[in-house]
């Protein structure tokens, strides 16, 4: 969502393209008729945060997107959030890496 993919696709990415990756599009994926009624409800929030990207480059983020509900095969389970986001450690070992890199955003 940061780097700028819609929603839609970011829900899509997460939901029925790894289905057909792993040849379970027929068990899970969607909410098509016949399949478990697996759901999770979401809530965009804003927030200000440097994260660091899988090339170890630091980000400035400014939204989030929380589970709020989560429902698998009709049957709720709870949601937790981690205490603290992003994780301090994380965050001090980026930093330290921080004064080697160029960001291009």
Request: net charge negative; aromatic share 4%; with cysteine.
């Amino acid at each position: 969502m940061h780097m700028g993919m819609p929603i839609y696709d970011v829900i899509k990415a997460v939901t029925s393209a790894p289905a057909r990756a792993y040849n379970i599009a027929d068990e899970t994926g969607s909410l098509s008729e016949g399949m478990p009624g697996d759901v999770t409800v979401l809530k965009i929030e804003d927030c200000d945060v440097m994260l660091e990207d899988t090339v170890g480059q630091l980000r400035h983020v400014c939204r989030k997107i929380l589970a709020k509900a989560v429902w698998r095969e009709g049957s709720r389970f709870q949601t937790t959030c981690a205490k603290e986001w992003p994780s301090p450690l994380s965050q001090e070992k980026s930093l330290k890496q921080l004064v080697d890199q160029v960001v291009r955003d």
